[in-house]
């Protein structure tokens, strides 16, 4: 069976380009973004959360693995554009809430939206934005919605969107990618 995770890093891979800089605009503990920054050593990687114990919780994972091309930003995403100036090849949002930290401080519409589309306007030709959406709590399965509604608008002739869904298991994690040609 397919490996969601597995999966999703097999459409980001292609899209690595050495030295342009990326972002995960969700850092959490950090996870994702160690994959990213050892995927593109060269490159500065930016990273955005509003909670300060994801910021102390990533900031060690990055020392304990010797990753030093990270910026740890404490901000919304939605505010990236002060503070990335520069293209980013690849953009990675895994939205909802930190398992096992406090559910309420979750990504919403608003400040997603503002997020999502300041990621387009500073994708690199060839990058791609990969979204983990969550639809089995409310906010999720309204921001799937309300991405997809929006996405569905991007002129067909600059970028590609698509969406990966389990069909027959309502409330299973998906994603939707937006590449840049
Ligand atoms: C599902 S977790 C991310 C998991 C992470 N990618 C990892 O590898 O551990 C979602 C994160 O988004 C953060 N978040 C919520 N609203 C945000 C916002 N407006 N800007 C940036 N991060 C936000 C939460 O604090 C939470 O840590």
């Not at 990326?22 to 959360?49: C, E, K, V």
């Not at 953009?91 to 608003?110: A, W």
């Not at 991405?147 to 067909?156: C, E, G, I, N, W």
Request: charged share 20%; proline share 4%; glycine share 8%.
């Amino acid at each position: 069976m397919i490996d969601l995770h597995e999966f999703h890093k097999q459409l980001v891979r292609p899209h690595i380009q050495k030295g342009v800089a990326a972002a995960d605009f969700t850092m959490g503990n950090g996870h994702d973004l160690l994959w990213l920054a050892q995927m593109l050593p060269d490159s500065r990687i930016y990273a955005f959360d509003v909670q300060q114990q994801a910021l102390a919780n990533t900031r060690r994972l990055m020392t304990d693995s010797g990753v030093t091309n990270t910026r740890l930003i404490l901000d919304s995403h939605a505010n990236l554009k002060q503070y990335i100036h520069e293209p980013i090849c690849i953009g990675l949002f895994n939205l909802g809430y930190l398992p096992g930290s406090d559910k309420r401080i979750t990504t919403m519409r608003p400040s997603t939206l503002a997020a999502v589309s300041g990621a387009i306007d500073i994708l690199a030709p060839d990058g791609i934005l990969m979204i983990a959406i969550y639809p089995g709590h409310a906010e999720g399965e309204a921001e799937g919605e309300m991405l997809s509604q929006y996405l569905a608008t991007l002129d067909r002739r600059k970028y590609c969107v698509g969406k990966f869904r389990i069909l027959n298991s309502a409330t299973s994690p998906y994603f939707i990618f937006v590449e840049s040609k």
